[in-house]
């Protein structure tokens, strides 16, 4: 009985270590788990800061790109150390999109299809680990670019994909109001064996006020707006005036004149 005693003594104490060491390692991998989620979010921002920062240069009435380039190399180690592989390929497939377009802009446009494939490859990386709306609209944009670039088994083979991708976007959150601006280019340009309207791109653009409560389009969507609607008309006047005039629907009718002058001005000419 004695014995009986001492062994039932001794698990009930080997119980408590295994029961204390237990909680001490889920305390442990909470900590470390809080702790690496802190740290993600310290770098996001301070890549995501530099991001804009680049961004805003760019659709500046006096644009600075060569300095949105060297802000978008700065702030691509933030997000190489991302320890959440998804938001880390995320950003950087957004660094690589953005360069991209300002690469467009300086008229290097082989290093602008780089920065694009290489967009696209970072994005679908991310799409892989699971759905997530901007990730399909960003994809949508990177594809919209690329087409541009590409033969015309590329153009058939991946261009009428742009639209699922705006779709199922929207599908996964109705308040994405890129995903809907992308959704109105594609319209805009699509041929109509494709899907292409003048009235879809309109219609599509009220349903997004309708749904977001925003009357207002932000300038770097405004860019890329009047910029493809340059290049997409083949510099037709007529039609760049008609895919411009779509726009009267927002309210910051300001912003427009002004972005529509600085395009105007980069192509005037041709």
Same mark, same amino acid.
């Given at each position: 009985?004695?014995?009986?005693?001492?062994?039932?003594?001794? &698990?009930?104490?080997?119980?408590? #270590?295994i029961?204390?060491?237990?909680? $001490?390692?889920?305390?442990?991998?909470?900590?470390?788990?809080?702790?690496q989620?802190?740290?993600?979010? +310290?770098k996001?921002?301070?890549?995501?800061?530099?991001?804009?920062?680049?961004?805003? %240069?760019? #659709?500046?009435?006096?644009?600075?790109?060569?300095?949105?380039?060297?802000?978008?190399e *700065?702030?691509?180690?933030?997000?190489?150390?991302i320890?959440?592989?998804?938001?880390?390929?995320? =950003?950087? $497939?957004? #660094?690589?999109?953005?360069?991209?377009?300002?690469?467009?802009?300086?008229?290097? /446009?082989?290093? $602008?299809?780089?920065?694009? +494939?290489? @967009?696209?490859?970072?994005?679908?990386?991310?799409?892989?680990?699971?759905?997530?709306?901007?990730?399909?609209?960003?994809?949508?944009? #990177?594809?919209?670019?690329?087409?541009?670039?590409?033969?015309?088994?590329?153009?058939?083979?991946?261009? !009428?994909?742009?639209?699922?991708?705006?779709?199922?976007?929207?599908?996964?959150? +109705?308040?994405?109001e890129?995903? &809907?601006?992308s959704?109105? %280019?594609?319209?805009?340009?699509?041929?109509?064996?494709?899907?292409?309207?003048?009235?879809k @791109?309109?219609?599509?653009?009220?349903?997004?006020?309708?749904? !977001? /409560?925003?009357?207002?389009?932000?300038?770097? @969507?405004?860019?890329? =707006?009047?910029?493809?609607? =340059?290049?997409?008309?083949?510099?037709?006047?007529?039609?760049?005036?008609?895919?411009i +005039?779509?726009?009267?629907?927002? @309210?910051?009718?300001?912003?427009?004149?002004?972005?529509? *002058?600085?395009?105007?001005?980069?192509?005037?000419? %041709?």
């Amino acid at each position: 009985m004695k014995r009986t005693y001492k062994v039932n003594l001794f &698990y009930n104490f080997l119980k408590q #270590v295994i029961f204390i060491a237990i909680l $001490a390692v889920l305390f442990l991998g909470i900590n470390n788990i809080y702790i690496q989620a802190q740290s993600d979010d +310290s770098k996001y921002k301070k890549g995501e800061n530099l991001y804009f920062q680049a961004r805003e %240069m760019f #659709v500046a009435p006096t644009p600075k790109l060569s300095e949105a380039i060297t802000i978008l190399e *700065e702030s691509i180690p933030y997000f190489t150390e991302i320890e959440n592989k998804q938001l880390r390929y995320y =950003w950087l $497939a957004k #660094v690589a999109y953005l360069t991209g377009v300002i690469e467009k802009e300086r008229n290097d /446009h082989e290093k $602008a299809e780089e920065d694009f +494939s290489f @967009s696209k490859r970072l994005i679908s990386e991310s799409l892989d680990i699971g759905d997530f709306s901007d990730g399909y609209r960003l994809l949508a944009d #990177v594809e919209g670019q690329l087409v541009s670039y590409r033969n015309l088994y590329y153009k058939a083979k991946f261009g !009428t994909g742009i639209k699922d991708f705006l779709v199922k976007a929207i599908e996964l959150d +109705s308040g994405n109001e890129k995903a &809907y601006i992308s959704l109105a %280019m594609y319209y805009r340009d699509a041929p109509l064996i494709a899907g292409g309207s003048f009235k879809k @791109s309109e219609s599509t653009l009220k349903k997004m006020i309708d749904i !977001t /409560h925003s009357d207002q389009i932000d300038l770097f @969507s405004l860019y890329l =707006w009047i910029d493809t609607a =340059w290049t997409n008309s083949d510099y037709n006047l007529k039609k760049i005036k008609d895919y411009i +005039s779509i726009l009267s629907i927002f @309210s910051n009718q300001a912003d427009i004149k002004f972005m529509a *002058e600085r395009i105007e001005k980069k192509y005037h000419g %041709m």
